[in-house]
């Protein structure tokens, strides 16, 4: 995918995993960092855009790649390898209710590792659709300050309406991993087109949880993906000012 030219492919691994993590950061360096997680169907030009911002605004940015082959969208084969690695690998929660995700574990070693490298208070997680809810799980064990939710999707609120109705309100976190986020002082900034049937009722169980810790930044109209393929300019601006904020980076010009 030619918009990961200018990004860097390495590979991170904790415990027995092993996965690709593209990196790019800002001429001369940089002294904060962002995970940013992909959506469904994987890393696409959308998504490689909203990152090249944020490198835009001083940050260092790694993009995992959790599924999907970069590029290929919604292809059968891409499907076909995201619903085994859904299904039968299990790395993701999908359905299950009061649990987190075990790609969490993963995802939290390379939140502590980026943190190791930029020092500082701690790093910037955005997370989109499918991913959305796990900055909320990264928080619960690595040092993630400025936790970004876009249009959380997991559990996903289908089947008999009861068992859809409390998917759509869970936030996808074990009962101590929810305590630890609970615990902790951290804004959480969350972002959804308000009508979007796929958040649920999470925004209402967000805002019992966390008060007035708790950013919602809702928008009006028919859309899902508010940074990439329903890009909402102002929820951009929003997200980038939270990062800079909590961050202490700023513009490169």
């Given at each position: 995918?030619?918009?990961?030219?200018?990004?860097?492919?390495?590979?991170?691994?904790?415990?027995?995993?092993?996965?690709?993590?593209?990196?790019?950061?800002?001429?001369?360096?940089?002294?904060?960092?962002?995970?940013?997680?992909?959506?469904?169907?994987?890393?696409?030009?959308?998504?490689?855009d909203f990152a090249n911002e944020l490198v835009d605004h001083g940050h260092i940015v790694l993009l995992p790649r959790l599924f999907g082959t970069p590029g290929a969208g919604f292809s059968f084969a891409n499907v076909a390898g995201d619903l085994w690695q859904f299904c039968v690998r299990r790395e993701f929660?999908?359905?299950?209710?009061?649990?987190?995700?075990?790609?969490?574990?993963?995802?939290?070693?390379?939140?502590?590792?980026?943190?190791?490298?930029?020092?500082?208070?701690?790093?910037g997680v955005v997370g989109m659709c499918f991913t959305g809810g796990f900055a909320l799980a990264m928080m619960a064990d690595a040092p993630v300050?400025?936790?970004?939710?876009?249009?959380?999707?997991?559990?996903?609120?289908?089947?008999?309406?009861?068992?859809?109705?409390?998917?759509?309100?869970?936030?996808?976190?074990?009962?101590?991993?929810?305590?630890?986020?609970?615990?902790?002082?951290?804004?959480?900034?969350?972002?959804?087109?308000?009508?979007?049937p796929a958040v649920g009722t999470r925004w209402e169980t967000l805002e019992r949880e966390l008060g007035d810790r708790f950013l919602a930044i809702d928008f009006d109209g028919k859309g899902h993906s508010v940074l990439t393929k329903d890009r909402q300019q102002a929820g951009v601006d929003r997200v980038i000012a939270f990062l800079d904020e909590k961050l202490g980076a700023g513009a490169t010009g």
């Open positions: 995918m030619k918009e990961l030219d200018d990004w860097t492919r390495t590979t991170f691994s904790a415990g027995d995993e092993t996965r690709e993590v593209y990196r790019k950061e800002p001429p001369g360096g940089g002294r904060t960092g962002v995970v940013v997680l992909h959506e469904v169907p994987g890393i696409e030009p959308v998504l490689v929660s999908i359905f299950a209710r009061g649990k987190t995700s075990p790609v969490a574990g993963w995802l939290r070693a390379l939140a502590r590792d980026l943190h190791a490298e930029v020092g500082g208070d701690g790093v300050i400025a936790p970004v939710l876009a249009e959380p999707s997991l559990p996903a609120a289908i089947g008999l309406p009861r068992g859809a109705r409390r998917r759509g309100a869970d936030l996808g976190l074990s009962p101590g991993d929810l305590e630890a986020v609970k615990a902790s002082s951290t804004q959480v900034l969350g972002l959804r087109y308000r009508c979007d």
